[in-house]
């Protein structure tokens, strides 16, 4: 179910449905460097310093919402340069599979939220996906492109 007024849904309607936010890019612009800088640095990054910034991120759910927003604009533009699309504004040194897994990672990472997943492991698990070379809990598992 889409809407564009989301207030205006029935209760008995909504409690059908999963609640997942869009926010277009114009809203996004504003943090998509500082994201993008934060998932460039994330691979030099020790196990230590990733815990830390998970647990950092723990604590402000709102803003860990935000950071997987524009991270999944961030890997869309990226995998679809890596498909011979326009070269991405904020470009990232990953291939392409890595690219599918971390897209398909930041978009889990607000739906487990919804189902109370502890927002420190989502975190943890995007984090060290990107540190790792294997693509992380979500590489090679179940997230595959068509």
């Given amino acids: 179910l889409l809407a564009e007024n989301p207030d205006k849904i ?15 890019k114009k809203e996004l612009h504003g943090n998509l460097e500082e994201i993008w800088q ?34 999944q604009w961030i890997l ?3 995998y679809e340069a890596a498909l011979g ?10 291939d392409e599979d890595k690219l599918w897994n971390l897209w398909q990672a930041a978009i889990a990472g607000p739906m487990l939220a919804e189902y109370q997943v502890t927002p420190r492991l989502i975190a943890e698990n995007f984090y060290f996906a990107v540190r790792n070379e294997n693509g992380g809990t979500y590489g090679n598992h ?3 492109p068509l």
């Fill in 76 to 78: 869309k533009e990226n």
């Fill in 142 to 144: 179940c997230w595959r």
């Fill in 85 to 94: 699309g326009l070269p991405p504004r904020h470009p990232l040194p990953f």
């Fill in 38 to 71: 934060t998932i460039l640095d994330l691979p030099r990054q020790s196990a230590e310093e990733l815990f830390a910034l998970s647990e950092k991120a723990a604590k402000d759910k709102e803003g860990l919402k935000a950071f997987f927003e524009g991270a």
């Fill in 10 to 24: 029935l209760p008995t309607v909504e409690s059908r449905c999963r609640v997942l936010r869009y926010c277009g």
